[in-house]
Structures are given as C-alpha cells and as structure tokens.
C-alpha cells in the first residue's frame, strides 16, 4: 500500500463530514457517563508548554503526582510472555496508578489481537477503576526504531489504532530502510510524517479524544536521525511529545545472568547500514541506565530543549520477559500460530529460571505525571504539560518543583511550565525531596546523594536539523544531600541573564558518576557507562525532571 492508495479514514485531508458519510462516526458532543464521565467533561487539555503567558511570572496550580509506564506487552505481543492479568496484577502491586498496553504491530495484531486485548481492558477497567488502563499499539516507525501511540479511552480507541497500524506501520507495509543513500529513505520518512499529522487529524475531528506518542529507545540502534525526530515533533507537537529518556530491560547487565556482554536497557548494538552516521558509537550504549539523548548534558535532549519548545521524557520497563522468572512461553496447538490468533499461548510455570531482562512495570523503573483530577485525559494532559519526573529503582518518594521571581507571592510555575521575566530579575529555583522511606523491592533503602541543576539557553530553531548538540548547557549548581531524610526544600538562586533559558533536574544515589560525556567543563559528575556484563541497576540509579522555561522579555 502507497501513500497514494491509502483509504480516505488514513487520509489527513479527508474531512469528518466525509468520514461520517463512509460510516466512520465522531463521538457524540455529550460523553456518555461513567465513572471517570465527570472528570473528563469537567477537564481540559493543558495548553501546550510551547505557549507563552501574557503578564510577567506564573502561578501554577497544586498537583498530585500519579505513577505509570507507558511501555507494556503481554500474551498479545509476538515477542513476549505473560498474560494480560499478570502483566496489571504487578504493575497494581508496584504502585502503579496508569499503564498503557502497546503491544508491537503485527498482522495477527491488527487482524485479531487488538479487540481481543480490548475486551481484557474492559473488564480491568470496570473490576478495577482505581488503576487506569490504556491500549496502545508499539509502531514500527517507517525507516526508524519504536514509539508508543495510545489513545484516551472511547468508543473509537481500539478501531483508531488498528486503522493506524494497517496504513502507517513500517514493519508490516515493509518500509523499513532508512539508511542515507537508500531510494526509499525518503519515502518511508514522509510516511512517519504523515502517519503523526493522520493522528492529529483524529483529534481534531473528534474521533477520539486524545491521543499521544513517544519515541521508544531511540538511541538503541542508532536509526532515529535528529531530523527525523524534529519533522515527527513538528508534524503534530500536541500529539508527538517526547522520547523515553530511559529504555526498559533495566535488568539486562545484572552480573552472571545474561552475559558477559549484556547493557542496561540491552543497548548492545553497532551503528550499521540504517543508523545515522552522525552519532557516535558511543550513543549505542546507556548511561545511568539511561539512553545516551538524556544522558549527555548538551546532548540530543538539550538540543531539542535549546529550541524553546518543551519534549518530554519518560521512563518504562518494556516488560517482555523478567529476570529470574520462571514462567515460559506455553506451546501452540496444531494449526495455530499468532498470525491466526492475534495472541500467544498461556505461559507455564517451570519453577526454573528463565532469560530475560526486564522488570515488572512499577518495580524498578517509574513516570511520575503531575495532574489537578483524577482519571485518563487528566494523565495525558499532563504529560502533554510536561509535569513529569522519573525515577529507577524508587530513588525518591516525591519531588515538586517551582521556579517564581523573587518578587511575586505564590509558588510559581512548576516542570513543563514557561515563567515570563524581565532581563536581570532575580529568581528562586525550590525544589522539594521526599527521600524513600521504605526498602525497594530489592530491599534496598535508596538514599539520593545530590541534587544537580542544569540550565541551557533558548536560541530558537536550529539551524541544522541534524545538529546533536547544546554547546550552551551545563550544570550550573549540584547540592549535596547525602545523609538528608524526610522532606526538605533546596533554595537556588538564578538570574534571567540577556536570553530565554531552560533548567531542569538531575540526581543520582551517588554510586557511579564521573565526567559527562562532553566533558567536566560541562557535567562534572554524570552518569556513566557500567562495564559490560556489570551494571546491577539497583546500585546505580537516577532521577530525572522535565524542564522549566524562562522567557527574558524581548528575547526571541
């Protein structure tokens, strides 16, 4: 299927009118009730960050911090194990209040799979309504790696995804090469294009409420170019919002379990004929378990950030197999296989350990998302908001950050947020730690040993759209807070130099750190790459903010 002969529903330019006229309804105006109905027709989506405020400061409101993973498989993904009620029995018993199921695209998917996952989510969302769960659909982004798309609950989110799979997904229309020189390179990187605009198009017309999409692990194999992530960003910013800043399989490089080799995150690749010669073979491996984008202040991450517009981290498990499991794939019966039933067999108990590489969601890996109510759109809205922090291995027990002027009453605007001020005002950075009061579950205490502030200038669009670097961002302030427990607020002093600026948070329990990759000029103490084969994730984890932005009046 081209680009050309895609149907009018996979067409951005066909109207809503038009659909309706082939039998493709728009949800009604009057959401029908339920038990989360109030919540939704009470909110609204948060304005984009990218946004400015009118007056000078900002004010934004209390938040509570719900905790998820937008990173999930089950028996309905080709690659992975366990059955759906596995998968969000655990993610309820590690604390997790929302999770989003994106099993990989695949015919049997598209053809079987999505509805019968769809009819599991109904019954989990009515047994179980305190813990929100949503379907997703794990792409295979044309000529590049993953990313996870998913959609507010409703009565079109399991027909927009499974439409969208069929027409966009480059594993199954086999546009998949995305190497410099190959023909179909630009072919298949439009249809990304494309593919994000089309989601944007049903929301605006209201054929669903709202959908969303991360890059998954983009450093992994080195084919997300820093192009293609700013044309995915900017074909539709309210829908494409961010990346994983850290990947699942944090347990991969757990000494004397997978391998001499093994990484965190199973970054054990080498650039090849489809990665972007522009990276460095560096790239290919985590930092911190975190990928090399997030990890290198100045980095992928920064330059994105450097252009003043807000794109937002996450963090997952990418739950396939977990380590030290003893559950196997079960066996097909005669005849069948996923392509005929859109699912994998049960998986069966051997009491012996089985490979794998990953955590259950919420057991070592968390996204904290900021909301005012409770329920899905307030969870996506703030995400699109970028009120999101990270954590591994349950470093902290809360965070909440505020940066105001000196001269204004109020708290100020919070991560994601846009703080107007005039050239030379003096600011204060507050940021309060709840440090872990209980063990992990690997009955580890975690303790946080400092606290780093990052700041980048905003110098607008670049220039070179391929450029990886923020040669303008450092960290400007580390504070040491070895020893501090219960809930404390540092006080850091900033001042709106002559541009617009960013800063956002970084801090480690403090067991393995040195000079970041571009440098101790830049990150004095950074993350680092483990050796191979030993990278315990419990002993060396992070926590990671969203930026806050600062707009110095009659800056562009």
């Known amino acids: 299927m081209t680009e050309q002969q895609l149907p009018a529903w996979a067409d951005p330019s066909v109207s809503p009118a038009a659909l309706d006229a082939q039998g493709v309804s728009r949800r009604q105006l009057m959401r029908r009730a339920g038990l989360f109905g109030a919540a939704f027709a009470a909110g609204s989506l948060a304005t984009p960050a990218v946004a400015s405020t009118k007056g000078f400061g900002g004010n934004d409101p209390r938040l509570a911090y719900l905790v998820g993973d937008h990173h999930v498989h089950s028996v309905y993904s080709h690659d992975a194990k366990y059955t759906f009620d596995q998968v969000a029995q655990a993610g309820a018993e590690y604390g997790l209040d929302w999770m989003v199921?994106?099993?990989?695209?695949?015919?049997?998917?598209?053809?079987?799979?999505?509805?019968?996952?769809?009819?599991?989510?109904?019954?989990?969302?009515?047994?179980?309504?305190?813990?929100?769960?949503?379907?997703?659909?794990?792409?295979?982004?044309?000529?590049?790696?993953?990313?996870?798309?998913?959609?507010?609950?409703?009565?079109?989110?399991?027909?927009?995804?499974?439409?969208?799979?069929?027409?966009?997904?480059?594993?199954?229309?086999?546009?998949?090469?995305?190497?410099?020189?190959?023909?179909?390179?630009p072919r298949n990187e439009a249809h990304a294009v494309n593919a994000i605009k089309w989601l944007a198009a049903q929301r605006r017309s209201g054929y669903v409420d709202d959908v969303l999409v991360f890059a998954n692990h983009p450093s992994r194999l080195g084919i997300d170019s820093p192009h293609e992530m700013r044309n995915w960003r900017d074909a539709a910013p309210e829908i494409m919002i961010g990346m994983e800043g850290a990947p699942g399989a944090q347990g991969g490089a757990i000494p004397g379990w997978r391998g001499p080799t093994s990484i965190r995150g199973e970054y054990e690749n080498k650039p090849s004929a489809d990665s972007w010669p522009g990276y460095p073979t560096d790239a290919y491996v985590t930092y911190g378990g975190f990928d090399w984008m997030t990890a290198t202040v100045g980095g992928m991450w920064d330059a994105m950030l450097s252009e003043g517009r807000l794109f937002t981290i996450t963090t997952n498990s990418d739950v396939h197999r977990v380590v030290f499991d003893?559950?196997?794939?079960?066996?097909?019966?005669?005849?069948?296989?996923?392509?005929?039933?859109?699912?994998?067999?049960?998986?069966?108990?051997?009491?012996?350990?089985?490979?794998?590489?990953?955590?259950?969601?919420?057991?070592?890996?968390?996204?904290?998302?900021?909301?005012?109510?409770?329920?899905?759109?307030?969870?996506?809205?703030?995400?699109?908001?970028?009120?999101?922090?990270?954590?591994?291995?349950?470093?902290?027990?809360?965070?909440?950050?505020?940066?105001?002027?000196?001269?204004?009453?109020?708290?100020?605007?919070?991560?994601?947020?846009?703080?107007?001020?005039?050239?030379?005002?003096?600011?204060?950075?507050?940021?309060?730690?709840?440090?872990?009061?209980?063990?992990?579950?690997?009955?580890?205490?975690?303790?946080?040993?400092?606290?780093?502030?990052?700041?980048?200038?905003?110098?607008?669009?670049?220039?070179?759209?391929?450029n990886w670097r923020a040669p303008a961002t450092k960290v400007v302030h580390t504070a040491d807070v070895s020893g501090r427990k219960g809930t404390y607020t540092l006080r850091i002093p900033l001042t709106a130099g002559d541009e617009s600026f960013y800063v956002r948070l970084r801090g480690s329990d403090g067991n393995r750190h040195g000079a970041g990759y571009l440098g101790a000029s830049v990150d004095p103490h950074g993350p680092i790459p483990h050796k191979p084969g030993d990278g315990d994730p419990w002993l060396d984890t992070w926590f990671y903010s969203n930026p806050v932005f600062v707009e110095v009046a009659g800056h562009r």
């Open 101 to 185: 199921f994106n099993e990989h695209s695949n015919f049997g998917h598209a053809k079987y799979g999505a509805q019968l996952e769809h009819k599991e989510i109904l019954k989990a969302r009515a047994a179980n309504p305190r813990q929100l769960i949503f379907q997703g659909l794990e792409w295979y982004i044309p000529g590049a790696e993953h990313c996870t798309i998913f959609a507010a609950p409703g009565r079109h989110e399991v027909d927009l995804l499974t439409k969208f799979e069929l027409a966009y997904d480059g594993k199954l229309l086999g546009y998949t090469a995305g190497a410099p020189t190959h023909p179909d390179t």
């Open 326 to 466: 003893t559950w196997k794939n079960g066996d097909w019966l005669p005849g069948q296989n996923f392509d005929n039933t859109g699912r994998l067999p049960d998986p069966v108990n051997t009491t012996e350990p089985q490979p794998g590489g990953d955590f259950w969601p919420g057991q070592f890996s968390r996204t904290h998302v900021g909301v005012s109510r409770y329920g899905y759109r307030a969870v996506m809205a703030g995400l699109r908001a970028g009120r999101v922090w990270l954590d591994h291995g349950h470093l902290l027990d809360g965070l909440d950050v505020r940066l105001k002027r000196d001269c204004d009453h109020g708290r100020g605007v919070t991560l994601g947020s846009r703080l107007r001020v005039r050239k030379g005002e003096k600011l204060t950075l507050n940021v309060t730690v709840t440090t872990a009061s209980r063990p992990n579950p690997h009955v580890i205490l975690p303790e946080l040993a400092h606290v780093d502030v990052i700041r980048g200038a905003v110098r607008g669009p670049a220039a070179d759209r391929d």
